[in-house]
Structures are given as structure tokens and as C-alpha cells.
């Protein structure tokens, strides 16, 4: 069970070193991408060297241009929105794959819904996980829903590797790792918090199988 953290704003950044010791993958979450390019990637990747860096693009068309971009800047991940055509699929999957990199299928905008993709839905061999999020707006407008991570278990059951985000922190860590995702996604519960460095550790301390088989007492 891998940990992303993920990084929105800009004074985010500067809690790199903090997180290098204990996160298997940081992201570049959207707004950030939005405000620094593929800088922001670059200074992941210089802070974070033994880091795997996502850039959220949550890419829905362009997709063999924003591929080459953020693959060349040192990402090892990207983000597709599930809605994105399946001309677009293909050709983000052909250039990760010639980049080594690997693809995530987000399903944000199908948050809510029943089923989040069609029934026999596939995807090329580098899209390795499917996104299963719940949406920041929506959580801040009130929605307290945890059915994101109930539906680990239907996409699990349907053959695929699950990123699970939206809302995880201390208070759902139990649920979520009940249901494994083979991705933990943790975004304010850690940059938001009083301590970030504790709250990091106190999560880190919880998830089966550290990333890169690193030690359990990392300082």
C-alpha cells in the first residue's frame, strides 16, 4: 500500500524534505500544475530524488503533448479523467509507455454515480490504476459521503488497482486500509495540519508494507 501525498498549493512545497523520508509517490496536485508548470515537477524531482512524482493533469484532451511534457520533466505518473475519448486514452498510453511512466485513470468526474465506468470498460496496459476520488468542492460544500471508499472493493472485484483520495486522513485511515488500495492518497489532513511531520508519521506507522521496503523507524 503505497502513500501519495498530495501538494495544491504553493507553500506546500516547502514541506518536501518533510515528506521524503516517508512518501513512496508525491503529487503535484492541479492548481499547482496550473500555477508553476513543469517546474513544479523539476523541484519535486530535485528535493525528492528517490521520489516517484504524479502530475495531476487530469488530462481530458491534448493528450500526447501534456504526456511528453510532464513524462520529460521527470513524472513518473499522470492523471486521465475517465471521460477523456478513447483516442486520448491511447495516445497517453503509447507515450508513457515510451517514457517507462505509468498512467492513472481518474474517476472524479463520475463521483456519485452508480457505477464509475461502463461495464467491460478497458484501458491500455499503462494505465495501471484507477482513481477512485471524492471531489474537494464537494466535500467542502458539506458532502461528508465515504461511498469513494466503499467502491474500492467493486473496482478491485472488477479487476482493477485502485488510487484511492478524497478526505483520507486519521479519522477514515481504518476504513481505508480495510478496503487496500494498492494507493493511499493523503492531501490536507497532512498540509494543513498543526504538525504535518506527526500527522505523516502517525499514518505512515499504519499502512501495510512501506514503499521501497524502507524501515518502519525512519527518522
Known amino acids: 500500500m503505497l502513500l501519495q501525498i498530495a501538494f495544491d498549493k504553493p507553500e506546500h512545497l516547502a514541506l518536501l524534505p518533510l515528506v521524503k523520508p516517508f512518501a513512496d509517490i508525491v503529487e503535484i496536485g492541479t492548481p499547482l500544475l496550473k500555477r508553476f508548470g513543469i517546474s513544479a515537477i523539476t523541484t519535486a524531482r530535485e528535493l525528492c530524488p528517490d521520489v516517484l512524482v504524479l502530475a495531476d493533469t487530469k488530462t481530458v484532451d491534448g493528450g500526447g503533448l501534456e504526456a511528453d511534457m510532464v ?74 459521503s465515504t461511498a469513494h471508499i466503499d467502491a474500492v472493493r467493486d473496482m478491485h472485484a472488477r479487476g482493477f488497482r485502485v488510487s484511492l483520495a478524497g478526505g483520507i486522513g486519521p479519522k477514515t485511515l481504518a476504513a481505508v486500509i480495510d478496503v487496500a488500495p494498492e494507493i493511499v492518497v493523503v492531501g490536507s489532513a497532512i498540509t494543513e495540519a498543526a504538525n504535518p511531520r506527526e500527522v505523516l508519521r502517525w499514518i505512515r506507522d499504519r499502512l501495510p508494507n512501506p514503499g521501497h521496503g524502507w524501515p518502519w523507524d525512519r527518522k
Not at 475517465?82 to 498512467?103: D, E, L, N, P
Request: charge should be negative; charged fraction near 10%; glycine fraction near 10%.
Open 71 to 144: 513524462f520529460g520533466a521527470g513524472a513518473a505518473f499522470m492523471t486521465v479523467l475517465s471521460c477523456a475519448s478513447s483516442a486520448t486514452h491511447a495516445t497517453v498510453g503509447q507515450r508513457a509507455q515510451a517514457f517507462g511512466a505509468t498512467v492513472i485513470v481518474d474517476t472524479i468526474t463520475e463521483s456519485g454515480k452508480a457505477e464509475l465506468l461502463p461495464e467491460g470498460a478497458t484501458f491500455p496496459p499503462s494505465f495501471a490504476y484507477v482513481a477512485v476520488h471524492s471531489p474537494t468542492d464537494a466535500r467542502l460544500a458539506g458532502n461528508t
